[in-house]
Each structure stands twice: as structure tokens, then as C-alpha cells.
């Protein structure tokens, strides 16, 4: 009998291993609005809490705005929503020029549902250098309810 040994599975709110950008010491941060219970740093730093979410309804926007230009490989996302029915869209943006312009990389549609599908993770390949921001825009409710936006996690490699 031939046998091997696997390792276990990844723990289910973690991002799948790779080399992550410190966006503590690389990036600031620029957002359009934020609950206090639940600061951005909750979604950008791993370990930091229950993740991101806004303080009003409506559409939001989260920026990275870089020091140093960038080289992407991954920009891996996590939204949770488990109360509430809702089809939310996002758009990731990048910008090689300090946000004079910005290129699209994805633009997607979610349904949560508190009966089955309440998380979201999607985990963007990407080939980007020189990038100086990356700006992430939640419409979380397309429907126009008075949904807050929610980040749980973001991390870029």
C-alpha cells in the first residue's frame, strides 16, 4: 500500500498562503466612511478583528494609495454577510499614475443569502507593475436597500 501524508486543511477565514503585502507599513489608506466597532484595519491586517464595515448605506469606497509604486501578483477578497438578502457588486481599480487614472481589473456580482451562500471569497490573479493605488468600490446593495458595505478581508501579494 502506498501512503502519503497531507498537510491539513487551511483554516476557512484565512487567506491562502502567499507573500502578502505589509499594507501597515506600505500603504495609507483612504475610505468614505467606517463603523468605529469595526475599523479598516480590521480587513487589511490579519489578526485585527472581525473585518471592515461602513458607517452609512450605500455605495463605498476603499483606497490604497502606495509610497512606493507596486508590483501585483493576487488581490484575494473576503466578504461576509449572514443576515441579510442582498445581490452586492464590487470593482477593483488600479492606478499607475497616483489616481489620474485608473484601469479596471474586475467587476463582479454577489447574491448573499442567510439560508446558503453568506461568504464570498474571490482570489484575483493579476500581472501589475507600477501600481501607486488600488481603490476597491462596494455597491452592497444593487437594489438600492440600505445595506451597509462589509470587507472582511483583503490582502495583495
Same mark, same amino acid.
Given at each position: 500500500?502506498?501512503?502519503?501524508?497531507?498537510?491539513?486543511?487551511?483554516?476557512?477565514?484565512?487567506?491562502?498562503?502567499?507573500?502578502?503585502?505589509?499594507?501597515?507599513?506600505?500603504?495609507?489608506?483612504?475610505?468614505?466612511?467606517?463603523?468605529?466597532?469595526?475599523?479598516?484595519?480590521?480587513?487589511?491586517?490579519?489578526?485585527?478583528?472581525?473585518?471592515?464595515?461602513?458607517?452609512?448605506?450605500?455605495?463605498?469606497?476603499?483606497?490604497?494609495?502606495?509610497?512606493?509604486?507596486?508590483?501585483?501578483?493576487?488581490?484575494?477578497?473576503?466578504? #461576509? =454577510?449572514?443576515?441579510?438578502?442582498?445581490?452586492? +457588486?464590487? *470593482?477593483?481599480?488600479?492606478?499607475?499614475? /497616483? %489616481?489620474?487614472?485608473?484601469?479596471?481589473?474586475?467587476?463582479?456580482?454577489?447574491?448573499?443569502?442567510?439560508?446558503?451562500?453568506?461568504?464570498?471569497?474571490?482570489?484575483?490573479? #493579476? =500581472?501589475?507593475?507600477?501600481?501607486?493605488?488600488? +481603490?476597491? *468600490?462596494?455597491?452592497?446593495?444593487?437594489? /438600492? %436597500?440600505?445595506?451597509?458595505?462589509?470587507?472582511?478581508?483583503?490582502?495583495?501579494?
Amino acid at each position: 500500500m502506498r501512503k502519503r501524508i497531507i498537510p491539513p486543511a487551511q483554516q476557512e477565514n484565512q487567506a491562502p498562503g502567499d507573500d502578502w503585502l505589509d499594507l501597515e507599513r506600505l500603504a495609507e489608506v483612504e475610505i468614505t466612511s467606517e463603523d468605529p466597532a469595526h475599523p479598516i484595519e480590521s480587513a487589511l491586517i490579519p489578526g485585527q478583528g472581525t473585518g471592515w464595515r461602513a458607517a452609512e448605506p450605500g455605495e463605498q469606497t476603499i483606497r490604497l494609495v502606495f509610497a512606493s509604486p507596486q508590483r501585483l501578483r493576487r488581490i484575494w477578497l473576503e466578504f #461576509v =454577510e449572514p443576515d441579510v438578502e442582498r445581490a452586492q +457588486e464590487y *470593482v477593483v481599480r488600479w492606478s499607475p499614475d /497616483g %489616481g489620474a487614472t485608473f484601469r479596471d481589473v474586475v467587476r463582479q456580482q454577489w447574491n448573499f443569502s442567510p439560508q446558503g451562500a453568506t461568504r464570498q471569497v474571490e482570489d484575483h490573479r #493579476v =500581472e501589475l507593475s507600477g501600481v501607486t493605488m488600488v +481603490e476597491l *468600490v462596494i455597491v452592497p446593495d444593487v437594489g /438600492g %436597500g440600505g445595506a451597509r458595505a462589509s470587507l472582511a478581508g483583503l490582502r495583495l501579494a
